[in-house]
């Protein structure tokens, strides 16, 4: 166990529809980063968050959109799903900026 | 921009026999990690390597750094079935202090 959290486990939607993924970090980091990993793209970065502040971009969708709040738990919002967009969602968290991240147990997204 | 480059995709060996999975950047890294994830788990933490050529052993397994600091790699000495999985390195992007682009991975599989 990492000590991060991730709600849901499983989500299962259809096109077009919007969802929001939950992130609470480890006690005490400040960090959350989310990657979202596909059989064919691997481990893709998207976002970063440190201390409530975005400080890091990837490759994350403009239907894509996350945000961290004060008590530090994240959220990743999905919109206009599409069939693509079915992969598995980690959050991950660290005390501080490039030190080792601790994954959470991710949420596997199917768009149907 | 960066990308990190893992070789080989696959890997299939026999309980017993050596592995060893490399990791080249296309750019000079400040540090680099290295995770394991297992099937069906997330991306667990393996060790952070920060100096130019540094070695660094747990058990049968053997981290290096290069000395350019643009190389890594990952020996495990005679493979156990408990090392079965997906063995990622990782790099802080030089352009965005808080992001860290993933190598696609190495799967290994260790046939008993």
């Known amino acids: 166990d990492s000590g991060v959290t991730q709600t849901p486990k499983h989500l299962i939607t259809a096109t077009g529809q919007r969802v929001t993924l939950r992130c609470s970090p480890r006690?005490?980091?400040?960090?959350v980063y989310w990657y979202q990993q596909s059989l064919d793209q691997g481990l893709q970065f998207l976002i970063q968050?440190?201390?409530?502040?975005?400080?890091a971009k990837g490759n994350i969708l403009e239907r894509f959109s996350a945000q961290q709040f004060p008590d530090l738990h994240s959220e990743l919002n999905l919109s206009s799903l599409e069939l693509g967009d079915s992969a598995l969602y980690f959050c991950?968290?660290?005390?501080?900026?490039?030190?080792?991240?601790?994954f959470g147990p991710g949420t596997r997204l199917t768009v149907l | 921009g960066q990308q990190v480059m893992q070789i080989p995709q696959y890997q299939h060996v026999q309980e017993g026999e050596d592995f060893t999975t490399y990791c080249n950047s296309s750019?000079?890294?400040?540090?680099i990690q290295w995770y394991k994830q297992r099937p069906g788990g997330h991306p667990v933490f393996l060790i952070q390597?920060?100096?130019?050529?540094e070695v660094k052993k747990q058990k049968r397994l053997t981290f290096q750094f290069g000395e350019a600091k643009k190389n890594s790699s990952l020996h495990i000495t005679a493979t156990q079935t408990t090392d079965v999985g997906t063995y990622f390195c990782?790099?802080?992007?030089?352009?965005?202090?808080?992001?860290?682009?993933f190598g696609q991975g190495t799967i290994l599989t260790v046939h008993p």
């Open positions: 991950a968290s660290s005390v501080a900026l490039l030190n080792e991240q601790f």
């Open positions: 006690s005490g980091d400040l960090s």
């Open positions: 968050y440190y201390n409530g502040e975005e400080r």
């Open positions: 750019t000079t890294l400040s540090n």
């Open positions: 390597l920060v100096k130019s050529g």
């Open positions: 990782a790099g802080p992007s030089g352009t965005s202090y808080g992001k860290l682009t």
